[in-house]
C-alpha cells in the first residue's frame, strides 16, 4: 500500500542497515512501519510474498491486534523506515479515513495473494501425483 507523503512526516523513524531484520516472523510487536527510503522485503519461511519501497507500509495486523508476526521483514538496502505505533494509528485513522481504507485494502490484497500462493502450491502437488 502506498501512502504518498505519510512516511515523510513522521514523529518516530528507525534507520536499518542493508541486510539487518527489521523484525522476524513470530516475533510479537506494536507498532507498524512505513518506508520513508530503502526496500524491505517480506518473507514466510524462505518465501519471499513482496519487496516494499518508499511511502509504503507493514506490519499493521500487528498494531490492530496483539499476535506474533507473520512474516520476516528484512531491510534489503540501506533503509530509512517511519515507525508508527497504536497511538499514531489511531489518530491517522481519526484524522484520515482514507488511511483506514488504505491499510485495510493492503490487508485484504495480501490475504488473497496468499491464499491464491497456497491455492496454487495445492493444484501443483496434485498434478505431480
Same mark, same amino acid.
Given at each position: 500500500? @502506498?501512502?504518498?507523503?505519510? *512516511?515523510?512526516?513522521? #514523529?518516530?523513524?528507525? %534507520? /536499518?542497515p542493508?541486510?539487518?531484520?527489521?523484525? !522476524?516472523e513470530? &516475533? $510479537?510487536? !506494536?507498532?507498524?512501519?512505513?518506508?520513508i527510503?530503502?526496500?524491505? #522485503?517480506? %518473507? /514466510?519461511? &524462505?518465501? /519471499?510474498?513482496?519487496?516494499?519501497?518508499?511511502?509504503?507500509v507493514?506490519?499493521?495486523?500487528?498494531?490492530?491486534?496483539? *499476535?506474533?508476526?507473520?512474516?520476516?521483514?528484512?531491510?534489503? @538496502?540501506?533503509?530509512?523506515?517511519?515507525?508508527?505505533?497504536?497511538d499514531? $494509528?489511531?489518530?491517522?485513522?481519526?484524522d484520515?479515513?482514507?488511511?483506514?481504507l #488504505?491499510?485495510?485494502?493492503?490487508?485484504?490484497?495480501?490475504?488473497?495473494s496468499?491464499?491464491?500462493?497456497?491455492?496454487?502450491?495445492?493444484?501443483a502437488?496434485?498434478?505431480?501425483?
Amino acid at each position: 500500500m @502506498k501512502v504518498v507523503g505519510l *512516511c515523510r512526516n513522521a #514523529q518516530s523513524t528507525r %534507520s /536499518v542497515p542493508a541486510g539487518t531484520a527489521v523484525f !522476524h516472523e513470530g &516475533d $510479537f510487536g !506494536h507498532e507498524m512501519y512505513g518506508v520513508i527510503w530503502g526496500e524491505v #522485503q517480506l %518473507s /514466510v519461511g &524462505d518465501r /519471499v510474498i513482496a519487496s516494499l519501497g518508499p511511502d509504503e507500509v507493514f506490519g499493521e495486523t500487528e498494531v490492530l491486534v496483539v *499476535c506474533p508476526r507473520m512474516v520476516t521483514a528484512v531491510a534489503t @538496502k540501506h533503509t530509512v523506515l517511519a515507525v508508527i505505533d497504536r497511538d499514531c $494509528f489511531l489518530h491517522l485513522v481519526h484524522d484520515m479515513p482514507l488511511f483506514a481504507l #488504505q491499510v485495510m485494502t493492503t490487508m485484504a490484497e495480501r490475504l488473497r495473494s496468499d491464499a491464491y500462493a497456497d491455492h496454487r502450491e495445492s493444484l501443483a502437488n496434485i498434478r505431480a501425483v
